[in-house]
């Protein structure tokens, strides 16, 4: 189906008719929908239903699973994501990805943030890369945290402030959309928390993607939610509406509880 709400805002990224398969296993059919500037997506539905498939179409993740195959057409700015021309590291800096699990490098936390400015050649100087390095905390909201301790290990901070420096990991490339494949769920409720409020903070300056399993989360942090039911997309639309005034009897079924 193709959804697009009736809105003022200019979408980043296009997806049409886009069909995932693994084999010979369909795990998305004929999704569309919009990604806009300055907005939050959640992408909900019951486990197995596709959300982490369709957002990892975004920025080519899929490649790296030998299996799958992705048809349609996903457009960033306009330009086609999956043309033989498109260079995927390039992409993924542009459309930069948060995981479920906090991965930062086993490298300090200031290298942790450099890595990709440095091999993207982003930063002319120290200086420059200093600058860099704090911005993306202080955007990531870890500066305060880190900055008399850069040189400790990524992996020494703890599960909240790892998700963090993945956060500013992905911002210091510059992208222009971030995704996030349930990036709370292995954190407890104060670093979720800390997770939700970044988001709403990061908003003005990335289109964001979110897969969450929480419908509270979802109600929380995104101003767009979309429905996935078995690799479809059934509903997609403000979250607002989605939450009180679901069209779809499926939609209504989730977030009542009533499966999922
Ligand atoms: N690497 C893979 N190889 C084969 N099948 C896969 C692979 N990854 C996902 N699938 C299948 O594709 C379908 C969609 O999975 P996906 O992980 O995208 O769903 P999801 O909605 O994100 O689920 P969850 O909420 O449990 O994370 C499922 O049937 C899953 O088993």
């Known amino acids: 189906m193709t959804a697009s ?11 049409r008719n886009v069909n995932v398969f693994y084999g010979d296993k369909q795990a998305i059919d004929d999704v569309s929908i919009d990604i806009e500037m ?48 498109m260079d995927v590291v390039q992409l993924r800096a542009r459309v930069g990805m948060v995981f479920q699990k906090p991965n930062p490098f086993p490298k300090s936390i200031y290298e942790n943030v450099a890595y990709g400015p440095r091999i993207h050649g982003l930063a002319r100087s120290r200086s420059d890369m200093d600058a860099v ?15 008399d301790r850069l040189s400790d290990s990524g992996t020494a901070l703890s599960g909240g402030q ?9 911002i210091a490339v510059d992208p222009e959309v971030i995704l996030m494949d349930e990036p709370c769920s292995a954190l407890d409720p104060i670093a979720t928390a800390k997770i939700e409020e970044l988001i709403h903070a990061l908003r003005g300056r990335y289109a964001i993607a979110i897969v969450t399993h929480n419908m509270q989360q979802a109600a929380r942090v995104s101003q767009r939610t979309a429905f996935f039911h078995l690799g479809t997309l059934v509903e997609y639309g ?5 939450f009180t005034n679901p069209r779809e009897e499926r939609t209504k079924d989730y977030i009542t509880g009533r499966y999922g």
């Not at 907005?39 to 239903?49: W, Y």
């Not at 790892?162 to 956060?167: A, D, E, N, P, S």
């Open 5 to 15: 709400p009736k809105t003022a805002a200019r979408p980043k990224m296009a997806a």
């Open 38 to 85: 300055d907005r939050v997506v959640a992408f909900i539905g019951p486990s197995g239903c596709g959300k982490s498939t369709f957002l990892r179409t975004l920025n080519r993740m899929n490649d790296t699973v030998a299996s799958a195959r992705v048809s349609g057409d996903i457009r960033l700015d306009g330009e086609d994501i999956y043309a033989p021309a």
């Open 133 to 147: 390095v704090e911005q993306s905390l202080t955007r990531a909201g870890l500066w305060n945290e880190v900055k």
């Open 162 to 170: 790892q998700q963090r420096l993945c956060i500013a990991r992905a």
């Open 238 to 242: 403000k979250t607002s509406d989605i």
